[in-house]
């Protein structure tokens, strides 16, 4: 029933983002100020990913 998996990461984590989309995670968007680091509210970017072949349906 794994269908869907998503993740949250700083927007300047550019290493990271790569990582993930090498594993089929895809940007869906960004959070304004949601994450603290050094004291500091940071924007971060929402990635998901759905199982290939998967639709709607499915669920």
């Known amino acids: 029933m794994l269908i869907r998996i998503e993740l949250s990461v700083f927007t300047d984590n550019a ?3 790569h990582l993930y989309e090498k594993f089929g995670f895809q940007k869906e968007g ?3 100020m949601a ?10 970017c929402i990635m998901g990913r ?3 072949g998967s639709s709607a349906e499915d669920v």
């Open 30 to 32: 960004v959070k304004r």
């Open 35 to 44: 994450g603290v680091r050094a004291g500091k509210y940071e924007d971060l």
């Open 50 to 52: 759905i199982r290939p």
């Open 15 to 17: 290493a990271a983002i």
